[in-house]
């Protein structure tokens, strides 16, 4: 799930990505945003893309410096 909500998906699209309700997404988006100590969707995009960049392990490209 959070992995859609990183990729701006709708509750509707998560919904019917992993075969639950709207309303369980939205619990479920609601727990998440209470443990990360944000409010808005858009933080919590922000947020994941920002864990996303640091856990990608290290390209040659980056390494050849």
């Known amino acids: 799930m959070m992995y859609l909500l990183m990729k701006n998906r709708s509750n509707k699209e ?3 990505s992993l075969d639950l309700t709207e309303k369980t997404i ?3 988006v609601s727990m998440a945003y209470k443990k ?3 409010n808005k ?3 919590a ?3 994941l893309q920002a ?3 640091e856990t990608q392990p290290a ?3 980056e390494d050849s410096s």
């Open 59 to 61: 390209t040659d490209d």
């Open 14 to 16: 998560m919904a019917v």
């Open 51 to 53: 864990v996303m960049r």
């Open 41 to 43: 969707r858009q933080e």
């Open 36 to 38: 990360l100590g944000i």
């Open 26 to 28: 939205r619990d479920y």
């Open 45 to 47: 995009v922000a947020f």
